[in-house]
């Protein structure tokens, strides 16, 4: 960043009634209106608040940008756009600043097209609300004949003369590999690996239910279904620890076995004694703050100390991303997968677990090797 250029930067705020927002604010601590309005419109409908500070993120970037190019953003043009997506490369954050040997782009090219996307959508908002006297967004696309897509959707047949629609900005995008994932003698050497019954129960809940760790630090105690063997994932909106569900399609029941509900209720006896006051599942167990809810910073511990212990290099999501594999393995209908998942999109879930293993491929050919004789064998059949 080059000495003296205005910085945009994002500030959390607390509204009347105790929501965590935020904001977009320069260096001395003016507002950036245009993107304030943009993000009180999108908590207005209903944003998720990871949505909400991913937004404002990104647009204090494109402000930054903004405003070291001396760049009114009612008059942006798509050479503009083209040229912010080098700066969202450039690692020294600057154009006046170039390089002269390669270097690592500062952002992956799947982060510039999320930042884009926002900038995208900012755009469409005052473009519906006819504060820009061009759409902005919609010169940034052009129509494409549906042939020249490489993916197929389920329902191409029907619509598959229809145009489909591509962003100029659009970068590049690296095929994702498949998701990495623990095996079973891994998670067992976590779980024994922990010193306390709250966290055995939190791996052990995070590999059998496959739920996001914001969804487990916002479990209340009701949300455990003894009886129908279930846990019910439900939004409770702002909680003490920030905990959050990712989406309302999140909100689900979700089947767990009989150990499961078994370890809950050995937990609860020992754990929620009289002198806890919060309904919340999983509390803090040490310290000062003994049986307040348990944090995301807590978590981040726990696994920072059990790869101490272990070697093993794990996190909350992998737990999840190893159950959700394993069940995909195990023959899980995809549409069944993505609502244990609570995937808003099903060509998400089936995209990222329904694929076949290394081993499923290597036997799916030597079944059909016979069909591709090779010539060795040919010349023996012939002699």
């Known amino acids: 960043m080059i000495e003296g250029e205005l910085i945009m930067r994002v500030q959390e705020i607390l509204t009347a009634d105790l929501q965590k927002r935020y904001v977009v604010i320069d260096d001395t601590g003016n507002l950036v209106v245009p993107a304030i309005r943009y993000l009180k419109y999108l908590n207005a409908i209903g944003r998720a608040r990871n949505t909400l500070r991913a937004y404002a993120q990104s647009l ?10 001396h760049l009114d953003y009612q008059q942006v043009t798509l050479d503009d756009l083209g040229e912010f997506v080098l700066w969202l490369k450039n690692p020294y954050r600057s154009l006046k600043v170039l390089p002269v040997q390669p270097v690592v782009q500062a952002r992956t090219n799947r982060t510039i097209n999320l930042i884009i996307s926002a900038v995208a959508g900012f755009y469409d908002y005052l473009w519906r609300r006819d504060e820009l006297g ?16 490489s993916y197929k959707s389920f329902l191409h047949h029907i619509a598959k003369g229809k145009p489909v629609e591509k962003n100029l900005l659009k970068q590049r995008v690296p095929k994702r590999d498949q998701p990495k994932t623990l ?13 306390n019954m709250r966290d055995q129960l939190l791996l052990t809940l995070l590999y059998q239910s496959a739920l996001r760790i ?20 439900r939004d409770r909106g702002p909680l003490p620890n920030d905990a959050e569900i990712k989406t309302p399609a999140s909100c689900r029941s979700v089947d767990v076995p009989d150990e499961l509900i078994n370890q809950i209720l050995d937990y609860l006896v020992v754990v929620h004694t009289d002198e806890v006051e919060t309904n919340h599942l999983f509390v803090k167990v040490r310290g000062a703050r003994a049986g307040w809810p348990l944090e995301y910073a807590d978590v981040n511990d726990l696994f920072q100390r059990l790869q101490r212990k272990t070697g093993i290099d794990a996190h909350a999501h992998l737990l999840r991303h190893s159950s959700l594999t394993r069940l995909a393995q195990a023959g899980c209908r995809p549409e069944v997968l993505r609502e244990r998942a609570g995937h808003a999109q099903f ?30 064998q040919a010349r023996e059949e012939q002699a």
């Not at 095996?183 to 010193?195: G, H, N, P, T, Y």
């Open 183 to 195: 095996s079973k003698e891994q998670i067992e050497m976590l779980v024994k690996a922990c010193d």
């Open 134 to 149: 061009t759409d902005l967004n919609g010169k940034t696309r052009i129509s494409l004949p549906a042939h020249t897509r």
């Open 347 to 376: 060509q998400y879930t089936y995209q990222l677990y329904v694929h076949p293993s290394e081993e499923e491929v290597r036997e799916e050919w030597e079944r059909a090797r016979a069909q591709f004789p090779c010539h060795q």
């Open 60 to 69: 204090s970037l494109y402000f930054t940008f903004l405003a070291q190019q």
């Open 214 to 233: 914001g969804e487990c630090l916002a479990l209340w105690i009701e949300d455990v279904d003894v009886d129908g063997r279930k846990i019910h994932v």
